[in-house]
């Protein structure tokens, strides 16, 4: 199966953008879904944005919708999340993965995101 490495977190003030990048380590193409999930610190980890492959077709929580995009790269094996005017509710740790999700060894560690002023 699949292994996903996350990468692009930080800390930024509301209003700011942040860029998260996924890399999976085997081709994209063979994945109906990928997503992007988050978790929030003593929450359980929630679906924020999908994108269906091979047409591109994208969906979002009501939360993030407007605010995020979620985009992919078939070459690089890759899928992206666009996060603007970001809220101190969008702090949580962020990953990707397959929708539905691969078994527990596929998570990567994920990648922090901080909103604070």
């Known amino acids: 199966q699949a292994q996903y490495v996350e990468s692009g977190g930080g800390l930024v003030q509301p209003g700011e953008s942040l860029r998260l990048s996924c890399a999976s380590s085997?081709?994209?193409?063979?994945?109906?879904?990928m997503a992007w999930y988050r978790q929030a610190g003593g929450k359980q980890r929630d679906l924020v944005a999908s994108?269906?492959?091979?047409?591109?077709?994208?969906n979002y929580a009501d939360s993030v919708k407007g605010r995020f995009a979620i985009s992919k790269d078939d070459a690089l094996n890759s899928v992206y999340l666009q996060m603007d005017n970001l809220k101190p509710e969008d702090t949580a740790v962020y990953y990707c993965?397959?929708?539905?999700?691969?078994?527990?060894?596929?998570w990567g560690q994920g990648t922090q995101v901080t909103v604070s002023s």
């Open positions: 994108i269906v492959i091979s047409n591109g077709n994208t």
């Open positions: 993965n397959s929708q539905p999700p691969g078994t527990r060894s596929s």
């Open positions: 085997r081709s994209i193409a063979a994945t109906f879904v």
